[in-house]
Antibody, heavy 123, light 110 residues
Framework: QVQLVESGGGVVQPGRSLRLSCAASGFIFSNYAMHWVRQAPGKGLEWVAVIWKDGSHAYHADSVKGRFTISRDNSKNTVWLQMNSLRAEDTAVYYC????????????????WGQGTLVTVSS | QSALTQPASVSGSPGQSITISCTGTNSDVGGYNYVSWYQQHPGKAPKVMVYDVSNRPSGVSNRFSGSKSGNTASLTISGLQAEDEADYYCCSHTSSNTGVFGGGTKLTVL
C-alpha cells in the first residue's frame, strides 16, 4: 500500500534552516509528481511546492519562493523540502502528498498524504 | 496566489443535503477541470473526496458529489451523517503550475 512518511520537523530559531524528508513506498515513485502542503496551527491548508516526476520542473508558493526548495531523488524514493530563513509564520504541520495520476506535469490534486511533521519556528 | 473563497461554516441536520461553494478566477477554478475536494477530521491528514471537479475515488460514498460553473466549484453532500462533520477544503490547479486551496469550511451536523 502507498506510504508517505515525513521526518525532520522540530523547533528551530527564526532565520535558521531545516530540511524535511518524505520517504515513499508502495508505488513507482519516479512516475509521480510530489507536493508539500502545510497547515499552521488551527488554520487551513496551504500549498507549498511541487516537483515533477523526473525533477525537471519545480514550483513554489509565493510565500516561500526564494527561501524553500523542493527536490527529489528517485533512486532513494525520497522528496525533500529545504527551508531556509525560517520565520514564525512558517510554523505548521508539513505534509507530503502524491499527485493523483502518473505522468508528466502536475494537476495539483493529491491522492495520498503522509501524517505530517510539525515545524515550530520560535526563539 | 490568493486563496479560493469558501464559506467559513455550513450546517445541516442528519439526512439533509448541504452544498459548499469554492470561488476562484479564470486562472484557477475557471481555467481547469482540476478542482479537488478534501475532508479533514481533527488531528488527521486530509482525504480526497472528489477530484477533477466531479470524479469520486473508489471507496468514497456516492453521497459526495462535485460540480463547477464558471469560476465557482461546489461540493454537495446528501443524506448527511454524523461522521461527515469535518473541515472541507477545495483545491485548484493554477495557470502558474501551482496549487491553491480554499480557506476551508467547517461542516457541523446538527
Amino acid at each position: 500500500q502507498v506510504q508517505l512518511v515525513e521526518s525532520g520537523g522540530g523547533v528551530v530559531q527564526p532565520g535558521r534552516s531545516l530540511r524535511l524528508s518524505c520517504a515513499a513506498s508502495g508505488f513507482i515513485f519516479s512516475n509521480y509528481a510530489m507536493h508539500w502542503v502545510r497547515q499552521a496551527p488551527g488554520k487551513g491548508l496551504e500549498w507549498v511546492a511541487v516537483i515533477w516526476k523526473d525533477g525537471s520542473h519545480a514550483y513554489h508558493a509565493d510565500s516561500v519562493k526564494g527561501r524553500f526548495t523542493i527536490s527529489r531523488d528517485n533512486s532513494k524514493n525520497t522528496v525533500w523540502l529545504q527551508m531556509n530563513s525560517l520565520r514564525a509564520e512558517d510554523t505548521a504541520v508539513y505534509y507530503c502528498a502524491r499527485e493523483y495520476y502518473d505522468g508528466s506535469g502536475s494537476a495539483s490534486k493529491f491522492a495520498y498524504w503522509g501524517q505530517g511533521t510539525l515545524v515550530t519556528v520560535s526563539s | 496566489q490568493s486563496a479560493l473563497t469558501q464559506p467559513a461554516s455550513v450546517s445541516g441536520s442528519p439526512g439533509q443535503s448541504i452544498t459548499i461553494s469554492c470561488t476562484g478566477t479564470n486562472s484557477d477554478v475557471g481555467g481547469y477541470n482540476y478542482v479537488s475536494w478534501y475532508q479533514q477530521h481533527p488531528g488527521k491528514a486530509p482525504k480526497v473526496m472528489v477530484y477533477d471537479v466531479s470524479n469520486r475515488p473508489s471507496g468514497v460514498s456516492n453521497r459526495f458529489s462535485g460540480s463547477k460553473s464558471g469560476n465557482t466549484a461546489s461540493l454537495t453532500i446528501s443524506g448527511l451523517q454524523a461522521e461527515d462533520e469535518a473541515d472541507y477544503y477545495c483545491c485548484s490547479h493554477t495557470s502558474s503550475n501551482t496549487g491553491v486551496f480554499g480557506g476551508g469550511t467547517k461542516l457541523t451536523v446538527l
